[in-house]
């Protein structure tokens, strides 16, 4: 069965400094790797995926993350962050099987001015 | 250009009365649809999906039901609903391919009192 798991529930950070989200996952297959982004009260948006190929994918609103096999891990990052970065952030894997995406607990990233 | 509409936005209902919450999508054929409950701190707990017409799977047993009478709607009903099932409610929509990412509504915040 495939679970995630994020490290971090909340990061607090100062405006203008590097962020660096935390993610695991465990899957006995091939996987398909999400982060999305949630605002307070609204849907959660997609922020970047991994499907295959390259192992540093770029999504919007300067994020990247890094898809490491070895390490089972997905960390998302941004090099500087904005107040309006603060929000949720959500890990999610998929399998080749389809249909169910499995969701991390979240990480509440706190941008301080 | 799709959308997804759900509604409605808050909800505040007794312990004992029904529920029922309606999602529809726009723009594209044949979508999967998605149920999913937000509990603070824990992250999205899938309910129910749906691959077509009246076709619905159920991930937890609980007090809700998922109905799916047209193709680009889906609601979620309880005849009578208990203080645990409040909660946000977020329904989403993908496409056919196992690696299509979910598209959320925006959610709505059901209170049991």
């Known amino acids: 069965a495939q679970s995630v798991t994020q490290l971090d529930s909340q990061v607090p950070v100062f405006e203008e400094a590097p962020v660096e989200l935390r993610c695991n996952y465990s899957?006995?297959?091939?996987?398909?790797l999400f982060w999305y982004v949630q605002y307070p009260n609204q849907g959660l948006q997609l922020l970047l995926k991994y499907l295959s190929g390259s192992t540093l994918v770029k999504g919007i609103n300067g994020f990247e993350a890094e898809f490491n096999k070895s390490q089972t891990s997905f960390h998302l990052r941004k090099p500087s962050v904005h107040i309006s970065d603060t929000a949720e952030y959500f890990c999610?894997?998929?399998?080749?099987?389809?249909?169910?995406?499995?969701f991390g607990a979240g990480t509440r990233l706190f941008v301080k001015a | 250009s799709q959308t997804i509409h759900q509604w409605p936005a808050t909800l505040v209902q007794p312990v004992g009365s029904p529920l029922s919450l309606e999602c529809t999508v726009e723009?594209?054929?044949?979508?999967?649809l998605y149920w999913y409950r937000q509990a603070a701190g824990r992250g999205l707990q899938l309910l129910f999906y749906?691959?077509?017409?009246?076709?619905i799977s159920s991930e937890v047993p609980q007090n809700l039901s998922a109905s799916r009478p047209q193709d680009r709607q889906f609601i979620l009903s309880s005849k009578k609903l208990l203080l645990s099932d409040s909660g946000f409610y977020l329904c989403a929509w993908n496409g056919a391919g196992v690696d299509s990412p979910l598209h959320f509504g925006n959610g709505t915040r059901l209170t049991v009192t």
């Open positions: 999610a894997v998929s399998d080749t099987g389809g249909f169910k995406t499995i």
């Open positions: 749906s691959v077509g017409i009246g076709q």
């Open positions: 723009g594209t054929s044949n979508p999967n």
């Open positions: 899957s006995s297959v091939s996987v398909y």
